[in-house]
C-alpha cells in the first residue's frame, strides 16, 4: 500500500528565506502521482504543485517548485523568497492513477517569521 | 478554476441525531467524490470514495452503516452522519475529480460538533 511520510511536524522561517518541507513516498505502482497542498486556518485545502511519476522536469508554479527525486522516492517542495501569508499546514499527498484516491501525509506546520 | 461547494459550513447537532453533508461540483460534472475526516491538527483521512450511479467504496475501518453517502448525480454527493456521537465531531472535507488525476478539487469542508 502507498505511504506519504512528513517528517517535520513543525517549522519556523525568517520572512524571505526559501523554504524547503520534505517528503518521502512509498508505492509499488509506476504510474502515480504527487501533490502539495496548503491548509491556512479556516480549512480550505488549497492545490500548490502537482508531479506526475513520468514527468521529466520538476513542476514549477510561482514560487513552489518541487524536487523530485525519483530514485530515493523523494517529493520535497521548495518555497522560495516566503511571505508572512504562507504561514499554514502543508500536506504533501499521493494518487495512484489507476485508482485516483488521494491519500495525505501529517502534515507540516510551517510559521514565517517577521 | 473548478469550484466545489459544501453545505452547509458549519452544524452542531445532539446526539443521535443524524445529519446530512452535501458537497457540490458547481461548474462540471464529476462521476467521483472523495470524503475525508479531519482530526485537530491531523491529516485528511480518506473515508470513501463516491461513484454517481453505484454504491460507494469505504475505506478499512469505515462503518458504511453509519456514513451513509449517497451520489444520485453528476453535481452532488452527500454524506450522512446517522446517530451522531460526540466522536464524529470532525472537519469533513469533499472533494470532486474533473478530468485527469490531478484536476482534484476540494470544498471547503464542515466542521460537525456532537454535543
Known amino acids: 500500500a502507498q505511504k506519504i511520510t512528513q517528517t517535520q511536524p513543525g517549522m519556523f522561517v525568517q520572512e524571505k528565506e526559501a523554504v524547503t518541507l520534505d517528503c518521502t513516498y512509498d508505492?509499488?505502482?509506476?504510474?502515480?502521482?504527487l501533490f502539495w497542498y496548503k491548509q491556512p486556518s479556516s480549512g480550505e485545502m488549497i492545490f500548490l504543485i502537482y508531479?506526475?511519476?513520468?514527468?521529466?522536469q520538476n513542476a514549477t508554479e510561482g514560487r513552489y517548485s518541487l524536487n523530485f527525486q525519483k530514485a530515493r522516492k523523494s517529493a520535497n517542495l521548495v518555497i522560495s523568497a516566503s511571505q508572512l501569508g504562507d504561514s499554514a499546514m502543508y500536506f504533501c499527498?499521493?494518487?495512484?492513477?489507476?485508482?485516483?484516491?488521494?491519500?495525505f501525509g501529517k502534515g507540516t506546520r510551517l510559521h514565517i517569521l517577521p | 478554476g473548478a469550484v466545489v461547494s459544501q453545505h452547509p459550513s458549519r452544524v452542531i447537532c445532539k446526539s443521535g441525531t443524524s445529519v446530512k453533508i452535501e458537497c457540490r461540483s458547481l461548474?462540471?460534472?464529476?462521476?467521483?467524490m472523495f470524503w475525508y475526516r479531519q482530526f485537530p491538527k491531523k491529516s485528511l483521512m480518506l473515508m470513501a470514495t463516491?461513484?454517481?450511479?453505484?454504491?460507494?467504496?469505504?475505506e478499512q475501518g469505515v462503518e458504511k452503516d453509519k456514513f451513509l453517502i449517497n451520489h444520485a448525480s453528476l453535481t452532488l454527493s452527500t454524506l450522512t452522519v446517522t446517530s451522531a456521537h460526540p466522536e464524529d465531531s470532525s472537519f469533513y472535507i469533499c472533494?470532486?475529480?474533473?478530468?485527469?488525476?490531478?484536476?482534484?478539487?476540494f470544498g471547503p469542508g464542515t466542521r460537525l460538533t456532537v454535543t
Open positions: 463516491s461513484n454517481e450511479g453505484s454504491k460507494a467504496t469505504y
Open positions: 508531479q506526475g511519476s513520468y514527468d521529466q
Open positions: 461548474d462540471f460534472q464529476a462521476t467521483t
Open positions: 508505492t509499488s505502482d509506476p504510474s502515480y502521482g
Open positions: 472533494s470532486a475529480r474533473q478530468g485527469g488525476p490531478y484536476e482534484q478539487y
Open positions: 499527498a499521493m494518487t495512484l492513477n489507476r485508482d485516483d484516491k488521494i491519500i
